[in-house]
């Protein structure tokens, strides 16, 4: 049974730094697609950034560019998303997903535009960020 466990999440104060973890359990973690999303109260949920875990290519979205790094450790099965320079904003619930099968690295990296690719998800971990 595919599984993904996400941890890291906490207070932070604005500008600070946290890292979150997922890891994977239960699929050929080769060839996988795993994405970052977010929810914020009331809002809608985000994509956030993609890694392709063959090759290890990522791609964001343009609100988190520069400022989260999604990377992996392939001995651990396990995803992380590195993020710098917090804001209120980033205040949310965080949670990865994985495509129910593998994509190849190009599909991949443009799969937030198809979230429904993300059929498994984690329990998500909540970040919340204060001034």
């Known amino acids: 049974q595919v599984r993904l466990v996400e941890s890291g999440g906490g207070s932070v104060q604005a500008g600070g730094s946290l890292r979150l973890s997922c890891t994977i359990y239960?699929?050929?973690?080769?060839?996988?697609?795993v994405a970052w999303f977010r929810q914020a109260s009331g809002k809608d949920r985000e994509g956030l950034g993609v890694i392709a875990t063959t090759g290890g290519r990522r791609s964001y979205v343009d609100s988190v560019r520069g400022r989260f790094t999604i990377s992996q450790d392939n001995t651990k099965n396990t995803i992380y998303l590195q993020m710098k320079f917090l804001e209120l904003e980033d205040t949310a619930m965080y949670y990865c997903?994985?495509?129910?099968?593998?994509?190849?690295?190009?599909?991949?990296?443009?799969?937030?535009?198809?979230?429904?690719?993300?059929?498994?998800w984690g329990q998500g971990t909540q970040v919340t960020v204060s001034s």
């Open positions: 239960g699929v050929t973690y080769n060839s996988s697609c």
């Open positions: 997903a994985i495509t129910a099968g593998p994509l190849t690295t190009g599909y991949c990296l443009n799969a937030l535009r198809v979230p429904q690719l993300f059929s498994i």
